[in-house]
């Protein structure tokens, strides 16, 4: 959903900067956890390469990453919010 | 109430610390270059090389009798130990061990199992899981038929540990369907894989890797039961269970080295014209992963007194699998964030780290099978909220 409405506010060339980060933010975090407990109701079989959650674990473990890590786009998000510039 | 250690245990303790730091720990680059290319970390060569030169320093056999040459160590201590060894990454253990299982084996199956596997000269495996029955061990069906006096083994084993390198195998098999595992249906075999087993490698997320074995008509002399038909199954949870602190353990030591790791970074590297040290959002990585550290090494030295007192370890060591696994999952995570980019690189342990702790939530009973376990026995009231104290 917030990646619908960044694409949202794209469309309308409206500005979309936090709303971007924030499903940035949301969607990497969420990508590791669903990986992991989906990795989780596998049990071993999650663990083994010939299973593709494994990988998708590996994958999605570098979204929070790059491209701004998670602590960065707290940063951005909170600076939109309040004004405060938190960053150095 | 005394939280330090004995003499003998911080004696004992920085022997290790020391041996590891100066003998295994420079083998660190080597293993991260090796397995980069797809290749095992050390060698059993190597090993055994290692494990020799440890047992000049009297580190052999950390569970074993004074009987098999062994040092016989207090669970809290043998805790310690593999902490100390969770601090390298190099797949290292001290030598001279044997699956406690084997201490069911009878005189002349010691000679020729027990023995040579403490001596390092044989290499065993423990096989319970199959490719229907992981969670729920209970459900196996790898068959064993009696033939005369020998009995044939049909079916599939998977998951195994050393299951590529071992040279014989501790199977748990069904000996009668009708009694089921838990009527005395199932039994202990000790089989050779000059018997006819035969072994496949299985990729996993972490290094090194299990494997599957398959039984097609493999026939074992009667003389290789281990322990008495019927008691299989409860022969391999007591194996399960014995050692259950020692997972957790392992994993503290490599918490506490990737930690350390993570708070010097913080000291070095600067963004925005600071020390990422002094960012709030690192800051707190840092002390969740201080906290939850300490919390887990002290559940797990519990649990492992809880074994030096006689008492039933059950509940205390699925609570310290259970949270152990748990706390390295999230500082093994929190460790790669403070790393940035650097952190999800082959250049650094922390991605390999992160791979293998995952593993600790899934083997040895699941998280979800431990709380199966915890739960189990408060709600009937084996255990009592409060422990030992209570
Ligand atoms: C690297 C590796 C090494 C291993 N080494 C060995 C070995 O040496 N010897 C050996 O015998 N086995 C070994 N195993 C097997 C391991 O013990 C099993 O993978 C483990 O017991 C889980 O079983 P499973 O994989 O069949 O998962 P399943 O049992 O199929 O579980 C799948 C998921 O369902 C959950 N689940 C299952 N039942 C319940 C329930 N009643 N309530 C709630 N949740 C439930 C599990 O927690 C898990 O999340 C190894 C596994 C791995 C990955
Ligand atoms: C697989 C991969 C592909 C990549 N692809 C590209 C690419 O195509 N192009 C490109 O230019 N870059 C690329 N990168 C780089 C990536 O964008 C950076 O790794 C990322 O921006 C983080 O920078 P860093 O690694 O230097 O970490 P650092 O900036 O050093 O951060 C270290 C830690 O400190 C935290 N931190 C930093 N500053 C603050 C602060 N003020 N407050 C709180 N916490 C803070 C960070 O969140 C992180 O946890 C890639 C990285 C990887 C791993």
Redesign the pocket.
Known sequence: MLTWRVADLIDRHEPFATEASMAKLFASEAAVRSASNAL?????????DETPVGKYLRDARVTTLYEGTSQIQHLLIGRALTGVNAFG | MDFSLTDEEKAIRDTARAFIRREVMPLEQEVLRRERAHQPGITRDELRELQLKAKEFGFWGLSTPEEHGGMNLSAVAQSLIWTEIGRTFVPFRFGGEADNILYYANESQKAEYLIPTIEGERIS?????????????ANIKLSARPDGDDWILNGE???????NDADFAIV?AITDKEKGVHGGGSTAFLVDRSMGWKSEW?Q?M?E???AALVFDNVRVPGRNILGEVGQGFQL?MQW?GKGRYIIPSHAIGLCERALQMAVDYANTRETFGSKIASYQAIQWMIADSETELEAARWLILRAAWTVDQGMDPRHSSSMSKLFGARVANDIIDRVMQIHGGMGYTRELPIERWYRYVR?LR????????Q??IISRDLLRGYTKIGGHLA
Do not use: H, W
């Open positions: 989780q109701v596998f049990g071993g079989y999650g663990y083994v | 495996c423990f096989a319970i899981t199959e490719p229907g029955a992981g969670s729920d061990a084993k998977t998951f195994i540990t050393n299951g748990v299985i996993v972490g090194g890797g299990p391999g399960i593993l899934i083997f040895e009973g699941t998280d979800e099978m709380r199966l």
